[in-house]
């Protein structure tokens, strides 16, 4: 069973950074691509950012383009999230997805979840 632990959360200022990680565990990630998602209050789970098994396989949503970088390290199966730059509209809970094969930005294909990490961000 796949089991995943985020890491990293808190207050910042704007304008500040955080890096979040997550742990994966339970089987072997090689082939397992690993995203992060994000919801803020009353508003639905959105993409941040996913990197697949290929080193070269990454995406981040338009929002978080040039500030937000997604790296993995497969040996220790974590993957991480480094955000600069930080606005409070990235304020959220922030949640680590794992799916078999590639991966996508729709949260319904992801079958494993964290349980989050709060961000918030402010003036």
């Known amino acids: 069973q796949v089991q995943l632990q985020e890491s990293g959360g808190g207050d910042v200022q704007a304008g500040g950074s955080l890096r979040l990680s997550c742990a994966a565990s339970?089987?072997?990630?090689?082939?397992?691509?690993l995203a992060w998602f994000r919801q803020a209050p009353g508003k639905e789970r959105e993409f941040v950012a996913v990197?697949?098994?290929?080193?070269?396989?990454?995406s981040v949503a338009e929002s978080v383009k040039g500030r937000f970088t997604i790296s993995r390290n497969n040996a220790e199966n974590t993957i991480y999230l480094q955000m600069n730059s930080l606005k409070p509209e990235d304020t959220a809970v922030y949640y680590c997805?794992?799916?078999?094969?590639?991966?996508?930005?729709?949260?319904?294909?992801?079958?494993?979840w964290g349980q989050g990490t709060q961000v918030t961000v402010s003036w």
């Open positions: 339970g089987r072997t990630f090689d082939a397992y691509a």
């Open positions: 997805a794992a799916r078999y094969g590639l991966g996508y930005t729709d949260a319904k294909r992801y079958t494993a």
């Open positions: 990197r697949s098994f290929s080193p070269t396989s990454a």
